[in-house]
């Protein structure tokens, strides 16, 4: 069996590359058909009955408690699942187990050519559809192994020791449903739960060499019919692959995602992912680009003036490497107090500078490296948060009325203006900058 290193995630190398999803094996296969994989420490396998297959997926049962054990707190950390959300009506999902209610069908990915066995070993998987249900689930399977680990059934003791070690306890799970495990009448309860997952049929979609592209499509393909996902997420799936790697110094800088909540204390250097493609794009676009499903859904690519092949060629790590120590730079600059961090930060703003830059420097007109270069020259003319006279920007912006005018791109297109002219070596006002800013 061949060896391969693993990746900074910790999963395993599977055929000839490194992924970090799964290997799937299967019984009977050998090293001699040109078959290795190498098996993550302490990984439990997770034996599944084909009932149909397709090219590219199959259509499986497991067990539940198959399923459940095979599970490992990475799989809640998948990048791009939007993270687990509150949801009271999967507080009931232990009844449908015990009176044997068929669940919807979980979708997982792997990394493996299908075979034409009838029965497949799964080492690891990414779950594309299915968390919340699968968080929950995993749970209470959790809860009931401390309790009989400890031999202790106090509710209170077992519940307050596994708080501590799971973030999103609270979020996921039914207070009443978690005491009810600890009564022995309850007819599912923390001593015959296992015995009740083994005896709960699952059905999976497990789909098979998808590309990063293709599980985030087929992501949003299964999604579309549940609760809407967040636009920021959708939009941060598009370009996730830009900051899987550390690209810049985790000291100074930090990209939030939208399923990290909301921030109540911005620090410098903290920005949101959606926030920096918004600003990379409207430099890129010499105008204020905005977060919309446009961008996002048109012939699944993302949409800018910039031809799709431009943008690829433009958008790699060290642009946006480069592009965030200078953001960096030009907050410390501008980021004096927590009224100029919180502006500066907004999409708005971020829009409206970006693009006032890009229009000074001509940047359609110039390459990645010639535009990085010319917008350090705009940030070393910009002194501090009083080149902007936010004081003043914010008795205008006070003055605004939404029943008139669209705020947002009034705010973004000033911002613009008001940037152009400060590079420019002119003094704007804030008053002139949404004057015009209106009748554009």
Request: a neutral charge; aromatic letters at 10%.
């Amino acid at each position: 069996m061949k060896k391969g290193s693993s990746t900074r995630l910790g999963w395993l190398y599977c055929g000839r590359k490194a992924w970090t999803t799964a290997c799937l094996l299967t019984e009977g296969e050998t090293e001699d058909k040109g078959t290795w994989y190498v098996i993550p420490k302490n990984c439990i396998m997770m034996k599944l009955k084909i009932l149909d297959r397709k090219e590219g997926w199959i259509l499986a049962k497991v067990s539940l408690l198959d399923y459940i054990e095979a599970l490992s707190e990475q799989n809640f950390n998948y990048d791009i699942q939007r993270g687990i959300v509150n949801n009271p009506f999967l507080d009931s999902i232990l009844d449908a187990v015990v009176e044997k209610k068929s669940l919807p069908p979980i979708s997982l990915v792997t990394q493996k050519k299908e075979s034409s066995s009838d029965v497949v070993e799964i080492c690891s998987f990414n779950i594309l559809d299915g968390l919340q249900r699968t968080y929950r689930l995993w749970i209470y399977y959790k809860l009931a192994e401390l309790a009989i680990g400890r031999h202790n059934f106090d509710y209170k003791a077992i519940t307050k020791e596994f708080r501590n070690t799971c973030d999103k306890y609270t979020m996921a799970v039914s207070p009443r449903q978690v005491r009810n495990l600890f009564k022995k009448e309850n007819s599912i309860n923390v001593w015959n739960l296992k015995d009740k997952y083994s005896a709960f049929d699952l059905y999976m979609y497990i789909w098979m060499d998808l590309t990063t592209e293709e599980e985030i499509k087929q992501m949003l393909i299964l999604n579309a019919g549940q609760k809407p996902m967040n636009l920021n997420h959708q939009f941060e799936l598009m370009y996730m692959r830009l900051f899987e790697e550390h690209i810049f110094d985790d000291d100074k800088i930090k990209i939030l995602r939208s399923k990290d909540g909301k921030v109540t204390q911005r620090i410098i250097g903290n920005y949101m992912m959606s926030s920096v493609i918004i600003g990379a794009l409207s430099l890129l676009n010499m105008k204020p680009m905005r977060l919309s499903r446009d961008m996002i859904y048109k012939d699944s690519n993302v949409v800018s003036d910039y031809s799709l092949p431009s943008v690829e060629d433009v958008f790699t790590t060290n642009f946006i490497q480069t592009f965030l120590c200078l953001l960096f730079k030009l907050d410390t600059k501008i980021s004096s107090d927590k009224f100029a961090s919180d502006w500066f930060a907004k999409d708005t703003t971020l829009a409206g500078i970006m693009a006032g830059i890009g229009v000074h420097i001509n940047s359609i007109n110039n390459s990645p490296s010639e535009i990085l270069q010319k917008m350090e020259f705009c940030i070393e003319k910009i002194h501090s948060a009083e080149d902007f006279s936010l004081m003043e920007y914010t008795k205008v912006y006070d003055g605004l009325s939404g029943a008139k005018i669209n705020i947002g791109m009034s705010v973004r297109k000033a911002v613009m203006l008001y940037t152009e002219y400060l590079l420019d070596g002119k003094h704007p006002s804030w008053i002139m900058a949404f004057d015009m800013s209106m009748k554009k």
